[in-house]
């Protein structure tokens, strides 16, 4: 049973802020290849620095979906235990255990738990939403029973 949400809370911001420098760094990177090969003026390294500006638009956008999910993370009350399914919660269900916060995904804790870390935009989401501890809901045309929320 995972019940030290600050725990999870702190593996979720450590997630986001190692993609957050991951992006930053490839960023900088292409930033600088695009810099040493400003003496030149060819056809093929003119594709290659299209390519450059394309992959820096990419990480870039990267970078900013990535900081906007530290920035909901952070409005997360870390010791703050609801009834109801809502944002900010763990949920244990029958089949696993989610942390509704942002779309980080796989998160392993400590005693080797499993949570995944969703936003309140997927849709199993939006089938648990409100619900309390011991109701069910019904996802990919399966039954789950939540046992806890946190």
Known sequence: MVTNKEE??????ETVNRQIDKYQNEMD????????????TDYDEDDSKGQLLGDFEKYAEYL?????MKEKLSRIDKKHYTE???????VETSENYYFISAALGKIT????ITVYAISTDAPIYQE?????????FSFNEKE???LNVH
Do not use: P, T, W
């Open 29 to 40: 990177q292409i930033k600088e290849s695009m810099e040493n090969n400003d003496a030149h």
């Open 144 to 146: 789950h029973k939540i």
């Open 128 to 136: 648990m939403k409100g619900k309390k501890s011991g109701e069910n």
């Open 64 to 68: 900013d979906n990535s900081r906007k």
């Open 84 to 90: 109801q399914v809502d944002f900010g919660s763990v």
């Open 8 to 13: 999870l809370f702190y593996k979720c911001l």
């Open 109 to 112: 804790m400590e005693e080797g």
